[in-house]
């Protein structure tokens, strides 16, 4: 079910729940609800509505999202150097008590035009200064986080950064960081359209810290996305694919 709020004449980025509203979603027995913004779209799934609606004891839900605004100085020093990023808050507030935590699964896609090479990462930034790691994917324009708390994210495109797995990316190979119970580095190359170009492979050397893939009969002018996948010995995932855009376009994922 989705609740399409956007072509509104000022599409909000407050939303209202009234807490019956979300019941009578939860009675048709659907999977999930999506509310779609002036600048977002939040989707829950059945078992974070129920979370949530035990959490407000019947009061309304006041849903807010906020995109767009760049890292603070002291957000930028938690997360390290980038090449673009961007804030996004979400909250959820019931009788002026903001709700931070939840079980089941919440995500929200937030419009992103990624234009550097790098990495996309998404972060949750805690209040004592700490960041967590937060699962990001990118569709048609959009950053896709599946948030851990209703809190303070940053969406970031990061260079050559080993935390991300990638070290360093050039002409027809990248280098990889080498992960924990990884036997085999697989990394599949994208034209701008999408098109699959090249894959490459190769097992780990016992003594080294990093991988090198390379790609022989690539045409690296086309290229513009690599995907990198970590895998144990029996060719299964062992750790997140990484995808790293090459040149400064736009992508679809």
């Known amino acids: 079910v989705q609740i399409d709020l956007s072509k509104l004449k000022d599409a909000p980025r407050d939303v209202i729940l009234p807490v019956s509203a979300v019941n009578n979603v939860l009675d048709l027995k659907v999977e999930a609800l999506s509310i779609k913004m002036a ?12 979370s949530v609606i035990e ?21 930028t020093e938690i997360i390290g150097d980038i090449e673009q990023g961007m804030v996004l808050d979400v909250s959820l507030t019931a ?3 903001e709700i931070h935590s939840f079980n089941g699964k919440v995500t929200v896609s937030v419009p992103f035009t990624w ?9 949750y930034l805690a209040d004592d200064g700490t960041k967590e790691p937060v699962e990001v994917a990118y569709r048609d324009g959009n950053a896709v986080l599946t948030l851990k708390h209703f809190s303070t994210y940053a969406i970031v495109v990061k ?6 797995g990638i070290v360093s990316m050039g002409e027809n190979e990248v280098t990889v960081q080498k992960q924990a119970d990884a036997v085999y580095y697989a990394a599949a190359l994208y034209a701008e359209d999408g098109r699959f170009l090249a894959y490459a492979a190769s097992e780990a050397a016992g003594d080294e810290g990093t ?7 690539a045409d690296w002018s ?12 029996d060719r299964k995932p062992v750790a997140e694919a990484v995808t790293a855009l090459i040149k400064g376009k736009s992508q679809k994922n």
């Open 39 to 50: 600048d977002a779209v939040v989707t829950l799934d059945k078992t974070a509505m129920q």
């Open 55 to 75: 959490m407000v004891n019947s009061a309304d839900i006041q849903l807010h999202v906020s995109t767009g605004d760049a890292l603070s100085s002291d957000q």
């Open 95 to 97: 009788n002026g008590t």
């Open 115 to 123: 234009t550097q090479q790098g990495v996309l990462q998404a972060w």
């Open 159 to 164: 260079a050559n950064d080993p935390d991300s």
């Open 211 to 217: 991988v090198t893939l390379k790609w022989a009969n």
């Open 222 to 233: 086309k290229a513009a996305k690599v995907k990198v996948f970590f895998l144990d010995a």
